[in-house]
């Protein structure tokens, strides 16, 4: 009878085990749509993905790429937002989703950013990269490159907005995510734009003025939580393409589904693989980084230098790890010697979860360090001397 029991006892606790880790990790989902990948944005993680590499036409969602290159030319000093460019007769003749831009009507690049990441507009696009780049073609010649720096192997864009349907225009799941990571990571003010659901903006052309309004057409912004952005996309050709983003609890999910069948399914596939990322993933931020601290340096008269660590730890875990057993320390650089200059890193601050290190910070100088010669090793000892 006591055996029975203990193995009534020990089946029950497999089952809750087993019942415990089914909770804890929701299943993968089954979804339509034949491209997608889910994206942490602070890291960089895949959490899932389905023909991710399989090269697809992304239709408007090619403006996350000319977006990200108008805050690059931004933050470069290039342009700035409150230029005023003006509409070409080309930039006007685009057809598609557009915002009714006149040739030779002037308006703020702020505006124009708006133009695109809120109502697609393709003749917004072509503006901005004339601006940019003096000619449309010029600009998808930086287009690519770019593509080719950040690693996106599957991509190859022909326009700045998605509009020409050619096989030579394509990128696939994995490279939205990463252009959409990029944008998202180093220019985060972006979705105070992409968040906006109307506005108006007025035409002033030498036919007079008139206001338009800019609808936005990502419905997931009313429809899912935490949702402030990216792009949608659709043609014929292309059919139903979003990359969409979501900050929740302090983290922030990036979700791509290219060719859905119909827009319906284009956004609650998204939505549901959203799901699936905040559901598998947590995210532990040290909310106490190191202080500055003080080192000695070799072949300097100065006792001590200040460092300090550059930039702020975060971890993402998708196997629900316990983080309070992460433990930290200094590793130093051997042989840390002048001269040195701010900046220059002399070691890293460690992070390790349960034994094993899960990532680093880097630990820099805060000020100069400048190796003493003869002079000031004389002076020293005089300066001892009298005392």
Known sequence: MKKMWIWILAVSLNWHCL??????????????????????????TILYEKGADEAVH????????????????????????????????????????????????????????????????????????????????????????????????????????????????????????????????????????????????????????SVFTLTNTNKLLRAYDGCDGLKTGSTSYAKYCLSATALRDGIRLISVVLTAPDTKTRFAEAAQLLNYGFSNCSMYYDEEPPAPTQIFIRGTIQENYTVCPEGTFSYLSTTGEDFSLIETYYEWDENIAAP??????????????????????????????????????????????AL
């Not at 299943?27 to 944005?41: D, L, N, Q, R, S």
């Not at 349960?354 to 010669?373: N, T």
Request: charged share 20%; hydrophobic share 40%; glycine share 6%.
């Open 19 to 44: 019942a415990f880790s089914m909770i804890s990790q929701a299943a993968e989902p089954e979804i339509e749509t034949p491209h997608a990948v889910v994206m942490e944005v602070s890291t960089g």
């Open 58 to 209: 992304p239709a408007s969602v090619t403006k996350i790429m000319t977006v990200l290159l108008i805050f690059e030319a931004i933050e470069k000093g290039e342009i700035a937002l409150t230029d005023e460019v003006t509409t070409s007769a080309y930039a006007k003749s685009m057809g598609g989703s557009q915002v009714y831009l006149e040739t030779g009507e002037v308006q703020t690049v702020e505006t124009l950013l708006k133009c695109i990441l809120i109502a697609s507009g393709n003749d917004a696009a072509v503006t901005m990269a004339e601006a940019i780049s003096g000619s449309e073609e010029a600009f998808v010649q930086r287009m690519n490159e770019r593509a080719a720096e950040l690693g996106m192997e599957n991509t190859h864009f022909v326009d700045c907005c998605g509009l020409t349907e050619s096989a030579e225009h394509y990128t696939s799941a994995r490279d939205v995510a990463i252009m959409s990571r990029e944008l998202l990571y180093h220019y985060p003010e972006v979705t105070e734009y992409s968040d906006i659901w109307m506005e108006n903006i007025t035409h002033e052309t030498a036919q007079g003025s």
């Open 340 to 385: 040195l200059s701010k900046g220059d890193q002399v070691g890293k601050y460690v992070y390790t979860l349960d034994g094993d290190i899960i990532g680093s910070v880097p630990i820099v100088m805060a000020e100069d360090a400048r190796k003493a010669g003869y002079l000031d090793y004389l002076n020293l000892a005089w300066e001892k001397w």
